[in-house]
């Protein structure tokens, strides 16, 4: 595996101001509920569907608390695909089970492997693949995505989202997707290219949320590519 | 963006434009939004913390599932009712419209993060009391939360909003000093005035430790939002009077951070120390989690 290309520019985490007036959310913990279901979507957009296994571990605050704050009902209303504010939170642990889903939570002793307090580590698996995600819940609902293990890549991150990856038996794509930034006028803060076993992985850290059109026109490449917005 | 309380404060005076306009700027320019788009996201975060408060009152209150908090906010209307309360019934609103806000977090409704869960009942206090003090417009209430946000993200990318990294000050702490600075606007002070308000709230919170009794946002949260928003309104009369502080907005904020990182890890947000290891919090804690397995 190589790393091809890496740009740095300076990350500002909180770029809406929604980030600190909200996100509307079930409570009770904007770090152990909201975010902890943010990291649940993140998974569940890099596996794209119900897995068959749910392994989540946590490490600091998130082991000491998380029974308290609902953190396990956050995560899995995220791997099912739930927003903050459904009422399907307070459920999600019933319905998961009831699609014969497997789940283990893990309350790891130690320092994080992340560095931070609030960190969790997601793994999910169907009989085809798995997928593996470790976030940091920073505060007021945003997260960071610190590692990400996929269709046999593994990318380590400075986390900020939104966070772009595009995976293709063709090194093609590359140029594609350049060409689909630069007439969107979208911002990279830093860029990632992966080379493994004759597949390319491209991954981007966007400097803001994409514009409707842009994110269309990225979707469409999911006809010969991976294609994963978070 | 805008990195400093100093940069907001000269470009409302050098453009004569309230903080409000530069948030709403900025979000639209950042987010690549519309107005329109970004203004009604503000009305829903509004529509929900007004649904939070209603319902905190509705019968006999909200109880959370652990039945360590609720039904508080219907106690303090009843006894708002009697028309004699010791720090007068403007005070008291807003007391009851905090602690109502996260009685209904603890129970596990819906509210909006304010900068975050833990103290979401800071910023509606200050807002639905003033609200009726000041008469404000539904629009005014909005152009409140756009102000209160720009701060909050001078906060949030300098210091920290997350109790488990900064205590209860970078929660409750921010959010006061958000809501001070935004009620100074919305009652007609400059935009130095603001940051005078958020620096006096953010100092006046210094150092207050994260404590949640079995690691639950109850006990002592709920409370902790009645003087968040208690302390926003002082601190909001305070700079409104023309009362300054010597360190200024940027420099609290750069303090609180410190502070956060001084902070043994028991205070952040694990649930280990202050009052969550009294023999009480301690007790608590084996009941509860003691049901749970």
């Known amino acids: 595996m190589s790393v091809v ?28 509920t909201a975010g902890a279901l943010a990291m649940g979507l993140i998974a569940n957009k890099l596996f794209k ?23 396990d009902l956050a995560i899995i209303s995220g791997i099912l695909g739930f927003e903050a504010d459904d009422s399907r939170v307070l459920e999600a642990i019933k319905i998961a089970e009831s699609k014969g889903i497997d789940i283990t939570f893990l309350e790891k002793s130690g320092d994080s492997p992340a560095g931070h307090p609030n960190t969790a580590d997601i793994y999910l698996e169907d009989d085809s693949r798995y997928i593996r995600t470790m976030g940091i819940s920073v505060g007021g609902g945003l997260i960071k995505v610190k590692h990400i293990e996929i269709d046999g890549f593994t990318l380590q991150l400075e986390g900020s989202l939104p966070i772009m990856i595009a995976i293709s038996g063709s090194d093609n794509l590359e140029l594609e997707l350049h060409r689909i930034f630069k007439k969107h006028d979208v911002d990279i803060n830093n860029s990632t290219s992966l080379e493994k076993d004759g597949k390319y992985l491209y991954q981007f850290d966007l400097d803001s949320q994409l514009s409707s059109d842009a994110r269309k026109e990225l979707e469409k490449l999911s006809e010969t590519a991976n294609v994963i917005i978070l | 963006m ?39 996201k503000m009305e829903k975060n509004l529509k929900t913390m007004e649904n939070a408060v209603n319902k905190s009152t ?3 209150g909200v109880f959370s599932l652990t039945g360590l908090t609720g039904g508080e906010a219907v106690k303090i209307k009843k006894y708002r009712a009697n028309g004699k309360t010791l720090s007068g019934d403007i005070m008291m609103n807003g007391v009851q419209n905090a602690i109502g806000t996260n009685e209904v977090n603890a129970a596990m409704g819906v509210i909006c993060a304010t900068p975050t869960a833990g103290a979401s009942g800071t910023t509606p206090g200050v807002l639905f009391t003033i609200k009726e003090t000041l008469q404000l417009s539904r629009e005014e209430q909005i152009h409140f939360l756009f102000t209160s946000s720009l701060f909050g993200m001078i906060v949030a990318n300098n210091a920290c909003i997350a109790g488990a990294l900064g205590g209860c000050q970078a929660e409750v702490g921010s959010a006061s000093a958000m809501a001070a600075a935004a009620a100074v606007e919305a009652a007609g002070g400059t935009p130095e005035q603001s940051a005078h308000a958020f620096s006096t709230a953010l100092q006046n919170l210094l150092g207050l430790v994260c404590d949640p009794v079995a690691g639950l946002v109850e006990v002592p949260c709920v409370k902790r939002n009645a003087v968040g928003t208690a302390n926003a309104l002082v601190a909001a009369d305070l700079a409104l009077a023309g009362v300054e502080n010597l360190i200024n907005a940027d420099e609290a904020v750069e303090a609180m951070y410190k502070v956060g990182r001084q902070m043994p890890r028991e205070l952040r947000e694990t649930g280990l120390g202050g009052v969550a290891d009294t023999p009480t919090g301690i007790a608590i804690r084996n009941k509860v989690l003691g049901k749970e397995e």
């Open chain 2, 2 to 40: 805008y990195m400093s309380i100093k940069e907001i404060v000269d470009t409302a005076n050098e453009r004569q434009v309230p903080i409000y306009t530069l948030a709403i700027e900025q979000e639209m320019e950042v987010m690549r939004s519309t107005f329109d788009e970004t203004w009604s």
């Open chain 1, 5 to 32: 290309t890496m740009r740095e520019k300076k990350n500002v985490s909180y770029k809406s101001c929604f980030d600190v007036i909200g996100p509307v959310m079930i409570g009770p913990s904007s770090s152990h």
């Open chain 2, 58 to 60: 509705e019968g006999d």
């Open chain 1, 49 to 71: 569907k119900l897995p068959k296994k749910v392994v989540v571990k946590y490490y600091e605050s998130f082991a000491e608390t998380h029974k308290g704050h609902g953190t």
